[in-house]
């Protein structure tokens, strides 16, 4: 159990930066990750870890690359409902330990109408992880209402997903973030959310998140849509594993945005 979870939060750090590719399990080909491979392949050496479900695992990732995989196992509702909470485990612990994974994750949707069968989904989850060694990550989903990303709720949220047992939290930034921390006695990551309108916004909520008691992110939308994916999980990582500031991390953006665009034109030239 130590040893998965040391290969996604790097004990150097104490930190990680996960990239989350698991979108397509109930919002189909999102934005920009439409071809799951052509998207996670270049961030690959720059992730701690990558979350995907087994379907992408199966058919866009590398064996040979070594990255720690955080496999989604819940699943059942698509975006086109309106109450997306109604989730159940969808790939086995058995799957889960054949597709070798550092660990399984899952959605609990608390306050909602399946709020009892997120929470039982999750404990029997652990169960199962606890027998084999697998840690359990809880995501604390707001589904389509946004607006309930407020400390007050997410500190519940957080708080119910570790004393069920799960070994790591994914859950939002808010205002008084440090609330949410500070109830939850288990490593807590971020998520990014829908696409913020500057990178500056993205590395702020990253910068913000770390100082007040987060160990990393597992982030998506804010890298992969923007137009220079790899200059900002570059960025990223100088804030979680460097404590570079934002200002560093718009020059890493700035500085990796031009390394990258030459790269592609050596490429494109030979
Ligand atoms: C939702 O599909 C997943 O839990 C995502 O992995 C999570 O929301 C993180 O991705 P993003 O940073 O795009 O919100």
Redesign the pocket.
């Known amino acids: 159990m130590s040893n998965r979870i040391s290969r996604m939060i790097k004990p150097a750090t104490g930190r990680t930066v996960m990239l989350?590719?698991?979108?397509g399990?109930?919002?189909g080909p999102t934005r920009k990750l439409e071809n799951p491979r052509r998207t996670i392949e270049p961030l690959i050496p720059y992730a701690d870890t990558l979350?995907v479900t087994r379907g992408v695992l199966r058919t866009s990732v590398d064996p040979k690359w070594d990255t720690p995989i955080l496999l989604?196992v819940s699943g059942g509702a698509s975006i086109l409902k309106d109450d997306l909470s109604d989730e159940e485990i969808t790939t086995s612990m058995r799957e889960a330990i054949r597709l070798n994974v550092a660990s399984v994750?899952l959605?609990i949707f608390v306050g909602t109408a399946h709020e009892k069968q997120s929470l039982v989904n999750l404990s029997k989850l652990v169960d199962e992880g606890e027998d084999y060694g697998i840690p359990v990550m809880a995501?604390t989903?707001v589904g389509k209402e946004l607006e309930k990303r407020d400390a007050k709720y997410l500190s519940l949220a957080c708080r119910l997903a570790a004393e069920l047992g799960a070994r790591v939290v994914?859950t939002y930034y808010c205002e008084n973030f440090s609330k949410v921390a500070d109830g939850a006695p288990v490593p807590l990551v971020v998520?990014?959310?829908?696409?913020l309108n500057t990178e500056e916004d993205a590395f702020n909520l990253v910068y913000n998140a770390l100082e007040e008691g987060a160990v990393g992110?597992?982030?998506?939308?804010?890298?992969w849509q923007n137009d220079n994916p790899v200059a900002m999980i570059k960025a990223i990582r100088a804030i979680v594993h460097e404590k570079a500031t934002v200002k560093e991390a718009i020059q890493v953006f700035n500085e990796s945005k031009k390394v990258d665009k030459q790269a592609i034109d050596t490429t494109v030239r030979d």
């Open positions: 989350a590719c698991d979108h399990y109930f919002m979350a989604r994750a959605s995501i989903a994914k998520a990014g959310g829908p696409k992110v597992d982030m998506g939308r804010n890298i």
